[in-house]
T-cell receptor
Framework: SQQGEEDPQALSIQEGENATMNCSYK?????LQWYRQNSGRGLVHLIL???NEREKHSGRLRVTLDTSKKSSSLLITASRAADTASYFC?????????WGAGTKLIIKP | EAGVAQSPRYKIIEKRQSVAFWCNPI?????LYWYQQILGQGPKLLIQ????????DSQLPKDRFSAERLKGVDSTLKIQPAKLEDSAVYLC??????????FGPGTRLLVL
């Protein structure tokens, strides 16, 4: 069963703008991970945040985690055309990754 | 380091036929996963192997799906007989001891 729910389902922004995606989940977790999936390709791991962390950065990516609200957000700053993809959050619990349905991000030139 | 390899990349079959997918994980990765991803949804775990043993196959439709990893390296996922609702992308992933999973390009299956 799917645990994570991403919001919004789809997002279209201009190149150079920031993109924010949210993820909510239901049960306690060990960590939460964000993945990117380009059209027709496999999933690529972006960033992992542990349950005792509140914020993490990687390049243009910033992830926050609020375990009290069971939610996470992914911020992509200064978006580029190459960021066009679907973004999935996945929660790691009981040795298993459980995935949301994803946010489809389109960057307009 | 070579990534996770999968073949074929695309497969079209008619319902009630059988099909097999192959996965070669990253060298040294003990854990191997098969996922099913239906269009517009996130991946759904079908089966997880640790070396050549099954860790979790609770979501594998065992009446028609089977998977094996006989020597603890590459793996095969089979569907027999296929149904229309099996049309999806089948993803293979592997990991070593850390939490990050590394995915192959997937096999896109269309059942007509």
């Amino acid at each position: 069963s799917q645990q994570g729910e991403e919001d919004p389902q789809a997002l279209s922004i201009q190149e150079g703008e920031n993109a924010t995606m949210n993820c909510s989940y239901k049960t306690s977790i060990n960590n939460l991970q964000w993945y990117r999936q380009n059209s027709g390709r496999g999933l690529v791991h972006l960033i992992l945040i542990r349950s005792n962390e509140r914020e993490k950065h990687s390049g243009r990516l910033r992830v926050t985690l609020d375990t009290s609200k069971k939610s996470s957000s992914l911020l992509i700053t200064a978006s580029r055309a190459a960021d066009t993809a679907s973004y999935f959050c996945a929660t790691y619990s009981n040795y298993q990754l459980i995935w949301g349905a994803g946010t489809k991000l389109i960057i307009k030139p | 380091e070579a990534g996770v390899a999968q073949s074929p990349r695309y497969k079209i079959i008619e319902k009630r036929q059988s099909v097999a997918f192959w996965c070669n994980p990253i060298s040294g990765h003990a854990t191997l996963y098969w996922y099913q991803q239906i269009l517009g949804q996130g991946p759904k775990l079908l089966i997880q192997f640790q070396n050549n043993g099954v860790v979790d196959d609770s979501q594998l439709p065992k009446d028609r799906f089977s998977a094996e990893r006989l020597k603890g390296v590459d793996s095969t996922l089979k569907i027999q007989p296929a149904k229309l609702e099996d049309s999806a992308v089948y993803l293979c992933a592997s990991k070593a001891g850390q939490e990050t999973q590394y995915f192959g390009p997937g096999t896109r299956l269309l059942v007509l």
